[in-house]
């Protein structure tokens, strides 16, 4: 049997990529931000045009009885954990109390755990410091924003959703583009990357691996 990547993704994009030789599914989770259930025409709504999101709608297994809070961070806290806002510590969007409690495990760390290597590209909106950030609670591959919005106090001076810095990794980086464009591109250059090395013998696939390990440092 060939191998395959598997893969989970956060727009935030989640994604986790995994390699294995068992016929596993990939996983991506788009979430769009503040967006209620009725705000897409392929959901009924009589005003809003969305084709796009029609489009993948109809390609995607849709949580038809998911239910979350009204607001951002507990949501993505929520769907993270599985767990309450209340259990789960992110229950409101600022004052310390975005912030997911450390000894949770996420959605990432189990996909890590069956195999999978993990990753999220957007807003993340769950801690910009130790122990919560994105690196901090099982996803391998990061790029991403601190607070709510992208030009907001604690972001980098400047962005403007064009050409923006953001933490890649842990570390700041510029990079180029409209936002959304380039997180969707970095989450396919991952998956790319997975399907490269899942092509390759184990043997090579690891000095490939700890080779960029090195260089991502």
């Known amino acids: 049997m060939k191998n395959k990547v598997r893969t989970p993704l956060f727009i935030g994009i989640f994604a986790g990529l995994s390699l294995s030789v068992m016929a596993q599914p990939n ?66 969007v600022s004052s310390g109390r975005a912030l997911l409690r450390p000894e949770n495990p996420t959605m990432a760390n189990y996909f890590a755990d069956a195999g999978y290597s993990t990753g999220v590209f957007g807003k993340w909106h769950l801690g910009a410091n130790y122990p919560y950030r994105p690196q901090d609670r099982g996803f391998q591959e990061s790029v991403w924003y601190p607070s709510s919005s992208i030009p907001s106090v604690p972001a980098y001076w400047g962005n403007d959703y064009f050409d923006d810095v953001y933490m890649h990794n842990g570390k700041e980086k510029q990079f180029k583009g409209y936002c959304a464009d380039v997180f969707f591109d970095e989450a396919r250059a991952i998956y790319r990357k997975a399907l490269v090395e899942a092509s390759l013998p184990a043997s090579v696939r690891k000095v490939v691996q700890e080779s960029l390990a090195e260089l991502s440092k």
Request: with cysteine.
């Open 27 to 92: 996983v991506i989770v788009v979430m769009t931000d503040d967006q209620g259930y009725p705000e897409i025409s392929a959901h009924g709504n009589p005003v809003l045009q969305t084709p796009n999101l029609d489009r993948l709608h109809s390609q995607s297994v849709r949580l038809s009885d998911y239910h979350v809070s009204p607001m951002c961070t507990p949501t993505r806290g929520q769907l993270l954990t599985g767990l309450d806002a209340a259990r789960n510590g992110a229950v409101n």
